[in-house]
């Protein structure tokens, strides 16, 4: 080993490509970018989805139907065999205490237990959904399940029945009487 190759591996800034340093570089004469035409001009830049002026790929395809995963929950799912090794008799499981002990990871809109192993002990457990079979396997064993709220869904562009709510709370500005005898008055003259 020399003593130039101790730090080969950790450098901090790369070099930068030196272009048009002889033909013998590898990179010399036209310096990669060809001999004419507007790639060889500096500063040009072009749009990678670009192509010459004919219709490009990204329009010429169909763009049809609609995919719900953007706006689908993301369900953390934790199994009876990791609640019964983590958790002692009569313990109570909660989504973020799952959290903290490391059985659920990233962001999540709900936490759902299925019944994979099973769980010989006591243990009251918190989450948005059961599987049938988890569940029983749970009040079998002498514990409880609850279920925890979920998110409700927004109703957009549509009347849906939050915005029916708002609509039957916001009551009709009353006329004062003096107002109104006023407008009658005016509609008696008008037909006179």
């Known amino acids: 080993m020399n003593i130039c190759e101790i730090n080969s591996q950790a450098i901090a800034h790369k070099e930068s490509r030196r272009v048009g340093r002889g033909i013998g570089s590898g990179r010399g004469k036209t310096s990669q970018r060809g001999h004419k035409g507007q790639g060889s001009r500096s500063g040009s830049s072009m749009n990678p989805v670009f192509e010459g002026g004919q219709m490009p790929l990204v329009r010429r395809i169909p763009k049809r139907g609609f995919n719900n995963k953007e706006f689908a929950d993301v369900v953390a799912v934790v199994n009876l065999r990791d609640i019964d090794a983590f958790f002692g008799s009569n313990e109570t499981v909660t989504p973020e205490i799952l959290k903290a002990k490391g059985l659920i990871k990233g962001a999540y809109d709900k936490v759902k237990v299925l019944s994979l192993g099973g769980i010989e002990k006591p243990v009251n457990v918190s989450a948005h959904v059961f599987s049938a079979e988890a569940k029983r396997k749970i009040e079998a064993a002498g514990g409880k399940a609850d279920l925890l709220p979920g998110r409700k869904p927004v109703v957009k562009n549509k009347m849906g029945s939050r915005k029916k709510a ?20 005016k509609q008696g003259k008008g037909k006179g």
């Open 166 to 185: 708002v609509l039957a709370n916001i009551k009709p500005k009353a006329q004062p009487a003096a107002k109104a005898k006023d407008a009658g008055k």
